[in-house]
């Protein structure tokens, strides 16, 4: 037995926000959204693909947003995308303290911290 990869990442979000999360991991992060499974639907939230990773946001009651804990999206073009989250009102926190890697700290609208990397080639 061997663990081979991840499946998808789950976050939590706030119930009846989804038209923001559509908003940042639609349109900002330019994931895909992806039809829930019919039994899951009427738990609100929603969940997104760029068709080998998957990011699901489900429905915490008395949520509180992940602001230690976090997916680390591994980014072509990161400047792009850096831009594209500034455009959209997103703080975005550079940090160059892992010496393989570009990368940038955000939040999602909820609060979630998202990083965001792109490998440097040496």
Known sequence: MRIIDFDHVNLAMPLGEEEKARAFYGKVLGLAELE?????????????????????????????????????FLVEELGELKARCQAAGHEV????ANP???????????????????????
């Open 93 to 96: 926190i550079d940090d160059d």
């Open 36 to 72: 829930k499974p019919p039994a899951l639907k009427g738990r609100g939230g929603c969940w997104f693909t760029n068709g080998k990773l998957e990011v699901h946001l489900g429905i915490e009651d008395d949520f509180r947003p992940a602001r230690r804990a976090h997916p680390a």
């Open 100 to 122: 393989n890697y570009h990368r940038f700290f955000t939040n999602d609208p909820f609060g979630n911290r998202i990083e965001c990397v792109e490998r440097i080639e040496g």
